[in-house]
């Protein structure tokens, strides 16, 4: 069974920075390519960033594009999002996904296992 464990989120002003982590549990996780979505309050959860099996080439939403960093750590079984000048629309619950064998995809539907999500909240 793969677990997928978010930490990392809070509160912030607008303007700073956050890095949650997402670590995976009972996977070979170097068969996973890794994201992030996120899910504000009344919204559907929709795409922040992606990252391939070996890390070489990530995907970003336009909205958090020069702003998020996805990155992976194989050996500790981990991926970061680093989020710089955040804004108070970037608040929302992140949620880390994780798709056996996949390719970097944008869409929940190519997702096969799922965290409980963390928390960010970005005052103005």
């Known amino acids: 069974q793969v677990e997928l464990v978010e930490s990392g989120g809070g509160l912030v002003q607008a303007g700073g920075s956050l890095r949650p982590s997402c670590v995976a549990r009972g996977a070979t996780f170097i068969r996973y390519a890794m994201a992030w979505f996120r899910q504000a309050q009344g919204k559907e959860r929709e795409f922040v960033a992606s990252?391939?099996?070996?890390?070489?080439?990530?995907r970003y939403a336009d909205s958090v594009k020069d702003r998020f960093t996805i990155s992976r750590d194989n050996a500790k079984n981990t991926v970061l999002l680093q989020m710089n000048s955040l804004k108070p629309e970037d608040t929302a619950v992140y949620y880390c996904a994780g798709e056996f064998e996949g390719s970097s995809n944008s869409r929940t539907i190519d997702y096969d296992f799922w965290g409980k999500g963390t928390q960010v909240t970005v005052s103005s």
């Open positions: 990252i391939e099996k070996n890390g070489d080439s990530t």
